[in-house]
């Protein structure tokens, strides 16, 4: 075998050794995404598609070779070998090196290409599995947020009948979220028109308390005054009838 051939052929060991690598079944897409995207790979594949068009050009090159070959020693029926008998034997020599050759070339350009597509159909794998845990990560937490809407939506509900207001029971069963929360947007409402209509005539008894209270300190000091007058009065009349 010639120098290309044998280089030809330990490619060709080389491509079967990482297809089968990359087929191993317990290595995830996700640990061979990571290795893509190592600084080592990285900077090979900087001019990977360069290096992948000159070794698809050459392998086609030396399989249109090979081919070449096999047809040009295809043609022993043709040929006068009676006075040389050798020759048989030499030229089913270079057809059989011809045919090797030609399925050496042929098995590393499949597998070049095959390679290429592993790895490409590899990586979209592991960025499809990363957008569905992201995509279910997100599903889970509408669907917590749903969850505790609904329980919030209960609470609530529970607490406008133990205050004595009424709740549609349509708008529980029937209606959809946004209807009943609309109807608890006007009962929340107007419990606040309640809640101020309330402070505020708590606020106008406190001033009629502390109004109240103003004026009985007034009355209480005026009677005070007039229990001191009366006081100096009796003592002054005692003292002119002596």
């Known amino acids: ?18 297809v089968l690598l990359l087929c191993i079944p317990f290595i995830s897409p996700k640990r061979w995404s990571k290795i893509f995207k190592s600084r080592i790979i990285q900077t090979i594949a900087l001019y990977g598609n360069t290096w992948f068009m000159v070794a ?4 086609v090159f030396l399989l249109i070779d090979a ?7 295809s043609v022993t029926e043709k040929v006068d070998v009676t006075n040389n008998p050798t020759a048989i034997e030499h030229i089913h020599m270079k057809l059989f090196r011809a045919q090797r050759n030609e399925y050496i070339a042929g098995f590393a350009l499949l597998l070049c290409l095959l390679l290429r597509r592993l790895a490409t159909l590899l990586s979209q794998q592991a960025s499809l599995m990363a957008s569905n845990e992201a995509f279910k990560k997100q599903a889970e937490g509408a669907s ?3 969850k505790k809407y609904i329980d919030d939506n209960e609470l609530l509900q529970e607490k406008l009948r133990a205050a004595g207001i009424e709740v549609p029971e349509g708008g529980k069963k029937g209606a959809g979220p946004q209807e009943e929360n609309k109807v608890l947007k006007e009962e929340m409402k107007t419990l ?13 008894s406190d001033s009629d308390v502390q109004a109240m209270k103003k004026q009985a300190e007034n009355l209480t000091v005026e009677y005070d005054r007039l229990l001191e007058e009366h006081s100096k009065l009796l003592a002054s009349s005692d003292k002119k009838s002596d």
Do not use: C, D, G
């Open 1 to 18: 075998m010639s120098l290309q051939w044998t280089a030809v052929a330990t490619f060709l060991y080389v491509e079967v050794f990482l």
């Open 56 to 59: 698809i050009a050459i392998l």
């Open 67 to 73: 081919f070449r070959e096999v047809r040009k020693y």
């Open 144 to 146: 917590a947020a749903a």
């Open 192 to 204: 606040k028109e309640e809640l101020e209509t309330t402070k505020k005539a708590l606020q106008k």
